[in-house]
């Protein structure tokens, strides 16, 4: 055999062996082997977004199939199953499944904070929501639909949705996650932090509520304040409400004067060059006439046009 030969035979092996998958580490006996005693389970693992593992073939054993988060399976195979010779996730504490699924997912999940959110603090956590093997829904590992999983523990939300005037999450235009964040929101940046907990945010670290309200956005010339600092809860129920428009009071001035009552001369308004203008007069709420503000005050979230908001 020439050299030549001799050399090029030897550097195609060298790429044949670079080419190949990271050799199992002791205890790993790989997917097919679990395939053996859950056939149910092996049956619709091809659509889990968890197979792409298998299928790249390029993964190193502990990222691989099931002993991903299972675990080396040797132990589980010689011990002819049972959990304790496994990662069982129904025996493991609540933050080990954490810390489990973030072994692969912390890349997403951490940004979102979900160490701090609201569910990691209350025990909630991925297998309560998540169902890896036989999830029904068609996105995102479910284990039920995510209306009725959010239902399940938010039972006044749910209350809620079936007022007259509401977000219409129940008739499916809509999802709880179009709004909030499941896994924790970053920090917000309205209403002092007081606000309902992992409420996602629109472009610029707006509210949500600007992702389909988009007129209401702004910026404007004349910026309505509570709108800007408190944000739309301020004047609206969220979820749903026994008054039109979501509002919470059934009589819009009476909205009003929870601000505008004139206290401190908080409530008085000023016009360029007509100086201070009472609520009282020409603005006699007595009357049915100045009853309903938005009839005049047509821009109560912000005008580029005009200070008091007439247009």
Request: hydrophobic share 30%.
């Amino acid at each position: 055999m020439g050299l030549g030969r001799l050399v090029a035979l030897l550097c195609g092996g060298v790429f044949w062996l670079a080419a190949q998958p990271p050799s199992a580490p002791s205890g790993y006996v790989g997917s097919n082997v679990c395939r053996a005693c859950h056939p149910d389970v092996w049956a619709n693992f091809y659509k889990n977004p968890h197979y792409k593992s298998i299928a790249s073939g390029h993964e190193p054993a502990d990222r691989t199939g099931c002993e991903s988060c299972h675990g080396p399976g040797q132990a589980h195979v010689e011990a002819r199953g049972g959990k304790a010779s496994i990662i069982a996730f129904s025996e493991l504490p609540q933050k080990q499944i954490l810390d489990n699924c973030l072994r692969c997912h912390a890349e997403t999940l951490s940004r979102a904070n979900i160490r701090r959110s609201a569910h990691t603090l209350n025990d909630v956590v991925c297998t309560s929501c998540h169902s890896i093997h036989k999830s029904p829904a068609p996105k995102f590992l479910l284990a039920k639909r995510q209306i009725d999983l959010c239902y399940g523990c938010h039972q006044e939300v749910r209350s809620q949705f079936s007022m007259p005037f509401k977000h219409r999450v129940n008739e499916g235009f809509m999802t709880c996650t179009d709004c909030h964040n499941p896994h924790g929101a970053v920090a917000p940046t309205w209403r002092m932090a007081a606000r309902p907990r992992m409420v996602d945010q629109a472009l610029s670290n707006e509210e949500p509520c600007l992702k389909c309200h988009s007129e209401k956005r702004g910026p404007f010339l004349y910026e309505h304040e509570p709108v800007r600092v408190d944000g739309c809860e301020t004047c609206h129920y969220p979820h749903g409400s026994t008054n039109s428009r979501l509002l919470r009071r059934p009589v819009v001035f009476t909205l009003c004067l929870e601000c505008h009552n004139g206290a401190d001369h908080f409530g008085r308004q000023t016009s360029p060059g007509a100086g201070v203008l009472p609520l009282t007069g020409t603005h006699n709420l007595a009357d049915p006439r100045y009853q309903n503000c938005t009839t005049c005050h047509v821009r109560v979230h912000g005008s580029n046009s005009d200070a008091l908001f007439l247009r």
